[in-house]
Nanobody, 121 residues
Framework: VQLQASGGGLVQAGGSLRLSCAASGKAYGMGWFRQAPGKDREFVAACSWSGISTYYADSVKGRFTISRDNEKNTVYLQMNSLRPDDTAVYYC??????????????????WGQGTQVTVSS
């Protein structure tokens, strides 16, 4: 299984970015996590294998939207109204089985290489 994340960059506060993550293999739940300098990795958003069930961290609810296209084996994270505290390396991840808590890091067996998102004030 390989995951390739893309779409990060530098944006001003209030702006938008869309991250993409192409994943090979069978469709399981997928998630996005982020890690800012000096901080622990934190959950951002996740969706079930069908894309019907979605989960968000409180800090991004109403601003970020996760979606997936299983025909393209790709999951997306649309990020709107970005704030400086959204600055982090964003990682996509793929779960290893069905039915586990997609908000928790140990659920995921496969991780992408990370893409930097920087939001300037």
């Amino acid at each position: 299984v390989q995951l390739q994340a893309s779409g990060g960059g530098l944006v001003q506060a209030g702006g938008s970015l869309r991250l993409s993550c192409a994943a090979s293999g069978k469709a399981y739940g997928m998630g996005w996590f982020r890690q800012a300098p000096g901080k622990d990795r934190e959950f951002v958003a996740a969706c079930s294998w069908s894309g019907i069930s979605t989960y968000y961290a409180d800090s991004v609810k109403g601003r970020f939207t996760i979606s997936r296209d299983n025909e393209k084996n790709t999951v997306y994270l649309q990020m709107n109204s970005l704030r400086p505290d959204d600055t982090a390396v964003y990682y996509c991840a793929k779960a290893k089985v069905y039915g586990m808590d997609l908000t928790q890091g140990p659920t995921y067996a496969y991780w992408g290489q990370g893409t930097q998102v920087t939001v300037s004030s």
